[in-house]
């Protein structure tokens, strides 16, 4: 087993301090109803998004290597959207049950 360095020791530990410390001030301040919703709203159209994104990304470089114009790119657009549906329904649920 390696011997980790004194300096690397105290950096650890510091680095862990602050994060104690980090930890307790956050503690004391409650979320406001404006951020969380926020949050949430950004989760959201991120999740969305990135699904369509990437669908049509896929579809569109399957297509160019395929020679197939249209039809992938249609495919993985419908394919990445309903991704993005079903990551969003995940999210949805698991704020579900963290409120429970």
Known sequence: MKKIPDDLKRLGERIEALNKKEAEVRKDKPQSG???ASKVGFRVGTELLSGVLVGAAMGY???RL???RPLLLIVFLFLGGAAGILNVYRFA???E???E
């Open 34 to 36: 404006f951020a969380y």
């Open 61 to 63: 470089i399957l297509d």
């Open 66 to 68: 395929l020679d197939t």
């Open 93 to 95: 649920k698991s704020e």
């Open 97 to 99: 049950n963290k409120k």
